[in-house]
Antibody, heavy 119, light 106 residues
Framework: QLQLQESGPGLVKPSETLSLTCTVSGGSISSSSYYWGWIRQPPGKGLEWIGSIYYSGSTYYNPSLKSRLTISVDTSKNQFSLKLTSVAAADTAVYYC???????????WGKGTTVTVSS | EIVLTQSPATLSLSPGERATLSCRASQSVSSYLAWYQQKPGQAPRLLIYDASDRATGIPARFSGSGSGTDFTLTISSLEPEDFAVYYCQQRSNWITFGQGTRLEIK
């Protein structure tokens, strides 16, 4: 059974870089057809898609975050990662990683990790 | 950016009743629309994709319809575990979500 698990610091200072990793188990991140993505949810608010990556390294970013965002993949570790630079309080959210189907829907999700931006 | 507007914001119903949730897109998304269910403290769960196809393991009481700009998620007879927040998502342009409909027990 495919499982995804987010990991990373729960507290990041303003203007610094938020870094998260998603570890995929029960399946290979190199499976053809699937992309691997990040979605976030500010406290009490709705969902925002961040971006996604294919095992080859091809990426697809939310235009509103593109200038601060890097998503990368490490197939040897079955992991993919998120880096968001110059964070502010508005980046405080629960961050989810998920498997993205070829049809651009997310069918398997991690449990989410809370990231707070505060000094 | 395609904006998805969900209505109502909150829907209060009793178990056994029929629930009808709406999602309207600011421009046509063809049939490229999904519905997710999210319970407190949990990740979203994919219910419906491509407007009307049920995801694996989703009960038949959940159904989706619509195309273009107007979509509906119907729960034919509410079970206690169905009370949650529901989001629609489109993929025609980059991925965006609606703001959610909270389905609460009356």
């Amino acid at each position: 059974q495919l499982q995804l698990q987010e990991s990373g610091p729960g507290l990041v200072k303003p203007s610094e870089t938020l870094s998260l990793t998603c570890t995929v188990s029960g399946g290979s991140i190199s499976s053809s057809s699937y992309y691997w993505g990040w979605i976030r949810q500010p406290p009490g608010k709705g969902l925002e898609w961040i971006g996604s990556i294919y095992y080859s390294g091809s990426t697809y970013y939310n235009p509103s975050l593109k200038s601060r965002l890097t998503i990368s993949v490490d197939t040897s570790k079955n992991q993919f990662s998120l880096k968001l630079t110059s964070v502010a309080a508005a980046d405080t959210a629960v961050y989810y990683c998920a498997r993205r189907l070829p049809q651009y829907y997310m069918d398997v999700w991690g449990k989410g990790t809370t990231v707070t931006v505060s000094s | 950016e395609i904006v998805l507007t969900q209505s109502p914001a909150t829907l209060s119903l009793s178990p056994g009743e029929r629930a009808t949730l709406s999602c309207r897109a600011s421009q046509s998304v063809s049939s490229y629309l999904a519905w997710y269910q999210q319970k407190p403290g949990q990740a979203p769960r994919l219910l419906i994709y491509d407007a009307s196809d049920r995801a694996t393991g989703i009960p038949a009481r959940f159904s989706g319809s619509g195309s273009g700009t107007d979509f509906t998620l119907t729960i034919s007879s509410l079970e206690p575990e169905d009370f949650a927040v529901y989001y629609c998502q489109q993929r025609s342009n980059w991925i965006t979500f609606g703001q959610g409909t909270r389905l609460e027990i009356k």
